[in-house]
């Protein structure tokens, strides 16, 4: 089998702070191949954007990195100021959540996406520019010859996004980081702009890492997704498998905490119980355990950090009690919201009768 | 019976950048433009609209915390304004706000038994150790503890600071409370508990909600009726189940083809209604339809024409070309 396109393992990253060391990222893993899109899900905290930052050097000072991120088989941790500008932008770029403030506001739009395709290749100006206007054209950008002058107050929201994106694409990555790149944008608008992004990737055959909160966008976009808690990866799999095949209590709160447009009305919303952990002083053993329906003292959670192990091919799960789970059906979101209408070709799931919302330990998430 | 809320032709406009020669003149932004509803005693309205389409402003207006431009805005029958004007105190006792933004709604400087314990003070002119009492009754509802009152807000996070914003509001016990994105700042895991504590508080309580968001799903979770709003008018109104089931307007069809469903085999299946372009500038909104210029199915009748909201109590709509099958999500209709 080839070689994934880019692999990261054993990461780590520690921020040092007033309040004492603060560890964003603990032991990620995860591979994305040419042309795949892949998803880190996770709520504020969990560590998903640092881990897209440690990717490029992009991390203050004040973090430490340890791990692996092996790229065209070098390890872009180590690899000297030089190299890191050639892989940025020219090999990996980035799409940031909030255009306003990735963009500069003083130069034309035109002028940073030149100045983007001379640092990676020798291209004359006028080529340069003529390169512009042709990838604001591939965004959908009107007018591209007259926009490429303008300034990003001009644009609204979703073309500066869209802007973004022509300025990432320009020197034909292989891959994307996409950090919440819809977030700050009316749904209509992410609509496009993710319809945009998907097309485009491909189209030119590049792979994306989508680093988002909104398990919505990872359905209808990803291949794959890792999910992370507390700056750890608790689920990852194929798209199927972790809605479908749910191998973690807290990627199944998420899914039972969504209010969806196609559940029955009445099923009413399972909220993860308690807060988030403070990344300061982390929970001992399964970081999800004090907010856990499931925990059992006798089992490890509240001591042992559980392993991440294989559920099925290429479906792994780091929970103590991930197997009994998945064979009781505990962690099947759909049996439990009685998500109404199954979607034609899938296995009926809520042929046994349960009403919505009722069922086994699940039910009670509530604090 | 007259209803408890009801707005009649409201509108908003805001002065705008300067314009003309020398810039002697003003553009007018028309926020709100002729909006016309009723809301009834412990009933939700949700009101859904994306950027710049007047529902915050709407819900300002509505809450007296901006003069209208015209129309007028009713409280049980009598007109809010001059209501407001004759006794701001009570009308602030019946009428309260939740913002959207926790960590800028909360004075950092107080303590929360001290904000909470505010509408005592004022509105009941209790002595702040005599609110005590009621000060941890509230958190207590909103599900914190009485011992979280003598913390600050930078000490909660952003779903508790949420709960602590519905407590104040709580306090005066309002008839309305105006939530505008109430729960859009939270984290997914933490947003359903809030939604959760406000349905239960609204059974317990009886007061009516005027619920301002932009995401389609938490509204069909939590209204009786839903108005859709784009650029400053209300496009469609109905209840809760003949909107998501039935829209007849394009706007609101694209609005929820776009929202992403956390389900991949359905979300391969939908066919999205993607609209072209922007919302146009509420400086110069176009002719007739605001939403012609990024819809499908205009005509020329609707840059002539304002089409008016026509239909039942039910459901009713602002268009020339309404859309008459029901709305599907993949290939089932909308669960009831």
Redesign the interface.
């Known amino acids: 089998m080839a070689r994934p396109l880019l692999e990261v393992s054993d990461l780590n990253v520690e921020f040092r702070t007033d309040d004492g060391p603060v560890q964003a990222v603990r032991g990620v893993d995860f591979s994305v191949d040419a042309g795949q899109v892949l998803a880190i899900v996770g709520e504020s905290g969990s560590g998903k954007s640092v881990t897209a930052m440690s990717i490029l050097q992009l991390l203050p000072p004040s973090a430490s990195i340890s791990g692996e991120v092996m790229w065209k088989g070098e390890n872009l941790l180590e690899v000297k100021e030089p190299r890191i500008r050639e892989v940025r932008g020219g090999e990996i770029s980035m799409i940031f959540q909030d255009p306003l403030t990735a963009l500069n506001p003083v130069y034309k739009v035109g002028d940073q996406i030149v100045e983007m395709i001379q640092v990676h290749g020798r291209v004359s100006r006028r080529d340069a520019r003529d390169r512009a206007i042709e990838m604001l054209d591939l965004v959908g950008i009107p007018q591209p010859a007259k926009r490429v002058d303008q300034y990003t107050h001009e644009f609204s929201g979703g073309m500066r996004q869209r802007a973004m994106i022509a300025m990432a694409l320009s020197c034909d990555p292989q891959l994307i980081i996409a950090d919440e790149p819809t977030t700050a944008l009316d749904v209509t608008v992410q609509a496009q702009v993710l319809e945009l992004l998907t097309d485009l990737a491909d189209r030119l055959d590049t792979a994306v890492v989508l680093i988002t909160h909104d398990l919505g966008v990872v359905a209808g976009m990803a291949d794959r997704v890792t999910v992370m808690y507390a700056g750890r990866m608790v689920e990852a799999g194929s798209t199927d498998d972790v809605f479908d095949g749910t191998g973690h209590p807290y990627t199944h709160g998420l899914l039972m905490s969504l209010p969806r447009l196609d559940s029955d009305v009445g099923a009413p919303l399972m909220p993860i119980g308690g807060q988030p952990p403070s990344m300061l002083s982390p929970p001992p053993g399964c970081s999800f355990h004090p907010r856990c329906p499931f925990a059992r003292e006798d089992l490890g959670c509240m001591t042992e950090v559980p392993a991440t192990l294989e559920r099925s091919p290429g479906h792994v799960s780091a929970c103590h009690r991930a197997d009994e789970l998945m064979a009781d059906g505990a962690l099947d979101h759909r049996r439990l919201v009685g998500a109404g209408r199954q979607a034609a070709d899938t296995v009926s799931v809520t042929d046994d009768g349960s009403a919505p919302g009722t069922g086994t330990e699940g039910g009670g998430l509530e604090r | 019976m007259s209803p408890l809320l009801e707005a009649r032709d409201v509108v908003k406009e805001f002065r705008g950048p300067r314009t003309g020669f020398l810039g002697m003149k003003h553009a007018t932004v028309h926020a709100v433009n002729g909006v016309s509803f009723t809301l009834d005693a412990g009933e939700t309205l949700g009101v859904v609209g994306?950027?710049g389409c007047g529902k915050s402003t709407l819900g300002r207006v509505i809450m007296r915390l901006l003069p209208a431009t015209a129309g007028e805005v009713l409280l049980g029958g009598e007109d809010a304004a001059a209501l407001e004007q004759a006794d701001k105190k009570a009308y602030r006792s019946r009428v309260q706000m939740v913002f959207q933004d926790p960590y800028a709604s909360l004075n950092p400087r107080m303590t929360v038994g001290e904000i909470l314990a505010e509408p005592f003070l004022v509105h009941q002119g209790l002595k702040s150790r005599q609110s005590q009492a009621e000060v941890g009754e509230l958190l207590r509802i909103v599900?914190l503890s009485p011992e979280h009152a003598s913390r600050y807000p930078h000490e909660f996070?952003?779903?508790?600071r949420q709960r602590v914003g519905i407590a104040r509001a709580l306090a005066v016990e309002p008839e309305l409370i105006v939530l505008d994105e109430p729960v859009s700042a939270l984290?997914?895991?933490?947003?359903?508990?809030v939604?959760?504590l406000m349905q239960k508080l609204q059974d317990e309580r009886g007061m009516a909600y005027f619920f301002i968001a932009?995401?389609?799903?938490?509204v069909?979770?939590i209204s009786d009726r839903v108005a859709v709003m784009y650029l400053g008018r209300i496009v469609e109104l109905g209840t809760?189940?003949r909107i998501?089931r039935d829209a007849h307007h394009p706007y609101t069809r694209?609005?929820?083809?776009?929202?992403?469903?956390?389900?991949?085999?359905?979300?391969r299946?939908?066919k999205?209604i993607?609209?072209e372009?922007?919302?146009p500038s509420p400086i110069d909104p176009p002719s007739g339809c605001h939403f012609r210029t990024r819809c499908w199915k205009a005509t020329e009748i609707c840059a002539e024409e304002v089409p008016l909201l026509t239909g039942d109590a039910d459901l009713a709509w602002a268009c020339h070309h309404p859309i008459e099958s029901p709305v599907k999500?993949?290939?089932?209709?909308?669960?009831?």
């Open positions: 994306e950027s599900g996070s952003g779903g508790q984290d997914v895991s933490i947003q359903a508990g939604v959760n932009h995401d389609l799903s938490v069909r979770h809760r189940d998501y694209a609005l929820m083809s776009a929202v992403p469903i956390p389900d991949p085999t359905l979300e299946q939908r999205r993607i609209l372009g922007d919302v999500i993949g290939s089932s209709p909308v669960p009831a």
